[in-house]
């Protein structure tokens, strides 16, 4: 049965991602077919019609993610300080 407690919740995910870790031999390989399908993501985004050249889509993708994660980053300690009663 799944626990409705968050705390719970998060603890549970811990748990299966340790053993899940502690079970693989080569991290990057078993990462690397979801890294290369995020590189591909970004880089239809940035490019959609597929028409420029490798490198420059590659140098735009990477942008493009980085300014997604500062996006999540800044949203992430908005809410934070939301929390805590910060300032926002």
């Not at 019609?49 to 994660?69: D, K, S």
């Amino acid at each position: 049965m799944v626990s409705k407690n968050p705390s719970e919740r998060i603890l549970i995910a811990r748990i299966a991602a340790a053993v899940r870790w502690s079970r693989e031999k080569d991290r990057k390989q078993a990462t690397a077919a979801a890294r290369r399908a995020s590189l591909a993501r970004w880089e239809r985004e940035v490019d959609p019609e597929g028409t420029m050249e490798p490198e420059e889509r590659a140098r735009l993708a990477e942008h493009a993610q980085r300014a997604h994660m500062l996006r999540m980053s800044r949203a992430a300690a908005t809410a934070r300080r939301a929390k805590s009663g910060g300032d926002k």
